[in-house]
């Protein structure tokens, strides 16, 4: 057993989390009801992670902020762009791909329960009270607009705190970033819960029946991923910019990938933008920042599901109403944390632009949720380490035009 433990150390966490997807699958398909109680470890794993990952950002953004000096240089302006820029891309790619590969579905699932808002007003007057949510009250919703709100005031107003306070904030900073990483070392035991339970409950057949869709969805994900992103990154940074993005992919996208949380992804992205050598008092706001709303497969999610659910009842579409629809999809992505549910609540908002009644739409939302094990876990991927590139996009973009060397 001794030495079972020490192999299992020297194995990469990838390795580890790909060792227990294969478990739980084959688990789930040979052995369904003597094994149902690993569920429980998937349960656990999730809920570890939703607990810890608010009082993580919380902490981070709170300490990034109290120990900016005054004067000190960032590219926070050029970073928010980015990001505009990334989630706006996808959805018009995802538009696009729509009219070229047409997908229709049958709307025989639905989603009981949820409520979707009733149009961009809502949404946008949603996001603001949550911005100023009671901080405890956001902190137990896991409201991450309203975290970030709150921590970037406190951080703020602590500026001027003794230094004891400040290291006392940072102290915690780093104990909640350390429990996060206990937390994703556990991950090959949740996910293999994770996949246990959903092949279990809803069989493989549930995936394979919505093929032609996943493969759109997922395909404009790694497009944006490895055409899109790369121009753009190209265009700040003119050099090769796909040792970066396969870097952030492969350290960052891969672990996203298994745990579906940008905000607890955050440890990871810090610890990567550390190893290639980014100025900390920039990404310790921009990564928070980014796993709140740098959200380009959201805006995939939300465009391919909303034009699906028009190619299924036929409604002609305009290009200008196409380009309506990246241009929501993007605000509606950039919103969805302020938002229960994701993603997938705000497709009635996109599909309300073309007249698609509630009630159709809810449907649409159903089978997001069918597939959303894939869904979320590419959607998260593509989030989360476009945080990571955009926030090192920015400072390389500073270092070329100040002639130092990009790694």
């Not at 009082?55 to 120990?67: D, K």
């Not at 940008?262 to 921009?286: H, W």
Request: charged share 10%; hydrophobic share 55%; with cysteine.
């Amino acid at each position: 057993m001794s030495n079972l433990l020490k192999t299992w150390k020297r194995i990469s966490l990838v390795q580890q989390i790909i060792i227990g997807l294969i478990i739980g699958i084959v688990l789930a398909i040979t052995l369904p009801d003597v094994a149902r109680p690993i569920t429980i470890l998937g349960t656990l794993f999730v809920s570890a992670l939703k607990a810890i990952a608010p009082i993580l950002v919380f902490f981070l953004v709170m300490s990034a902020i109290s120990q900016h000096k005054h004067g000190q240089h960032t590219n926070m302006k050029s970073i928010i762009i980015l990001y505009l820029l990334g989630t706006f891309f996808a959805g018009f790619v995802a538009v696009v791909a729509s009219f070229i590969f047409p997908v229709s579905l049958t709307l025989s699932a639905s989603a009981e329960g949820v409520s979707p808002p009733g149009g961009i007003t809502e949404v946008l007057a949603s996001l603001l009270l949550n911005i100023v949510d009671n901080p405890i009250k956001a902190l137990f919703n896991a409201n991450y607009i309203g975290i970030l709100s709150w921590s970037i005031l406190l951080g703020a107003a602590l500026k001027s705190a003794p230094e004891s306070t400040k290291k006392m904030i940072s102290d915690f900073s780093d104990a909640t970033s350390t429990i996060v990483r206990w937390v994703i070392s556990l991950a090959p035991l949740g996910i293999m819960g994770l996949v246990f339970e959903s092949i279990a409950t809803n069989g493989l057949e549930s995936l394979l029946s919505y093929g032609k869709l996943l493969i759109l969805l997922i395909g404009c994900m790694l497009f944006v991923a490895l055409a899109v992103n790369p121009i753009i990154v190209y265009l700040y940074i003119r050099k090769n910019p796909y040792p970066l993005v396969l870097k952030c992919l492969k350290d960052s996208g891969i672990t996203a990938f298994f745990t579906r949380s940008s905000a607890a992804n955050i440890p990871v992205n810090m610890s990567l933008c550390e190893r290639l050598g980014l100025d900390k008092d920039t990404y310790s706001v921009s990564i928070p920042l980014g796993a709140t709303v740098n959200m380009a497969g959201a805006a995939v999610t939300i465009s391919v599901l909303t034009l699906a659910a028009v190619n299924t009842l036929e409604i002609q579409v305009d290009i200008a109403t196409a380009l309506i629809l990246s241009v929501l999809s993007a605000i509606s992505a950039a919103g969805a944390s302020g938002v229960a549910g994701g993603s997938l609540l705000l497709i009635p908002l996109a599909c309300s632009l073309f007249g698609i009644p509630n009630e159709i739409a809810i449907k649409v939302v159903g089978v997001g949720f069918i597939i959303g094990v894939l869904q979320d876990s590419f959607e998260t991927a593509l989030n989360s380490s476009s945080d990571v590139l955009f926030t090192a996009t920015a400072e390389f973009s500073e270092w070329r035009k100040e002639g130092r060397k990009i790694p």
